[in-house]
């Protein structure tokens, strides 16, 4: 496979990240208005999973917009240092994506052991096995590994030249 | 090894992470791992489950739908409805676009709970119109920017939800408590926009008629009752925060969709994103922010600072200043959620052992870190409105200074005069707040 190849393999799962999150969110809105609607004005019946749904809907939705913002560079970081020239910036940029992958990786040594401890239990009410919560934290690190490792990529070719280094940093925006 | 050890080894290595630019959810979470080397019964497992743990709040619920009804707001138009009312009211002072701006953010932080949704919404509208009749864009940056820290101080407000939800403070209470600060920031404000406008000779609006002012009034009616639904709904217990949160979602799409026809459902699914994208990001922190906090608590750190702070014999006015000080340095350099979440815990006990009343306690804390949104390094306000404005931070940074000295002084105010803010809660929730 071919780097191209690969690129395009990300750039596929990162489009489908977006996707999953929006849905998501209306996947968490959908419950919490069930959960009013049926508090306030009897229209429907008083389900009790709506609260279990929107807390699983929660979560997911932290840790896949956590897995977005890696490959956008978007987490929030502090700008405290000047610019350093573009080969120290390119150096400083592979440490940051190194720390970065620390991260990944205790996410996906722990998160293992994590998810196994989830696979035994069921939640209390509506029964759904906890996996399906705690699979995100291993998920989220095996993601990051992958969006790191094409950062690295660019980091060494930027390094050697070969390609021109990304504009100033990105600005995290509210819209 | 002693808690000061402890202590040292978190925040070195946190700072030194957030200086080499790592984010600082990332930061915070590495910061931990050497810590649970030190003592057997630990490993990093623990930070996975302090994350679960802290995710697993249902009062967090509130944090997404806010963000997501402030910005359906946005893309409903209500920002315009209310830049006219705020027209019709103040255009007429001197500096008219200069208090617009004030105003509108103090009313849009009635309506939404988030500081960069309004500096978001009301930058991209007033900032271009300031350029165009002649204010410097610095100035004109500067003060969406200073003005949209309102967002988190006047209720409803994310970061009194946070708080009260981690603290067991009444949200209701802390809303109240933010009327007063809000608007007295806002005052403070627009004495500074007077003086700039004589010294620069900023144009005005001609007054406007009665008849101009009514119907103003009444575009901008149903905006203005969002804050009455929510505040009121909380603050007299017929719903609770996130119920309010959601509440406010249906409420603004309701006027977007069907209302003021002015979102189409096609916009929805970018909306859904962005909103959840963006709550996500500050929400990610939380959990790594609340791995960081457990650790400060195992090694007992919040304990040998009280001993310390008990030894300095400050009073309640002493601790307030450093509570503020402590609010303002760290929220200077990351976002305030997490600084909740540090801090927030750490002084906590401080702050009770010498008789502060919690809501005074809360009330510095979130108007240090809603200050904070408009301090370099990290500002994201600030950031936010040097991007509409497309000029460097570093060139706001001199009206931005000038702006905060008054506001500063509000915050001062406060803290020597805690009865300001508690006077209002304890009138209208004489049960709960004493």
Redesign the interface.
Known sequence: MGRSMIRKILGGYYRLLQILLTVLMAGLLIPVVLQILSRYTGIIPRYIWTEEIARFCFIWIVMVGAMIAVRDGTHFDVDLLPRLGPRADAVLRLFTHVAMFAVALIFVTYGYQFAKFGSIQTSEIAGLPMLAIYIAWPLAGLTWLAFLGEKFFEDIRILRGDIPPPPNHEIPRAE | MSPGDVALILFATFGI???????????L??AC?PVFFIDDRL???V???E??KS??A?V??AV??F??AA?LM?AAGITDRLVRLSQALVGHLPGGLGHINVMVSMLFAGISG?S??D???IG?LLIPQMQKQGYDTRFSVAVTACSSVMGVIIPPSILMVVWGGLMSVSIGGLFLAGVVPGILIALSMMATVYVYARIYDYPIYAQSSLRELGNAVAQAALALMTPLIIVGGIVFGF?TP??AS??A??YSLILGVFIYRSIAPREL?KI??????????????I?TASAFGWALAYFQIPRALVAEIEAMGLGVIGTGIMVAVAFLVIGM???AIPAIIILGTVLWPVATSVGMHPIHFAIIGVISLAFGLVTP??G?CL??A??IGKIRVIDALRDVAILLVPMLLVLLLIILLPDIILALPRLVMPKFVN
């Open positions: 992470l957030v200086v080499l630019r790592v984010p600082v959810a990332f930061a979470g590495l791992v490993t990093p497992f930070l996975l489950q994350m679960f995710y697993n249902f967090l619920l997404p739908f963000l997501l910005n946005n988030s960069t949704a500096a978001a919404g991209s719903f996130t119920e959601v509440i979602v249906i699914p859904l994103y962005d909103s959840a994208r963006f709550a996500a990001i500050s929400l990610f922190c959990g350099f990351i976002d390094p990290y994201l950031l936010i040097c991007a």
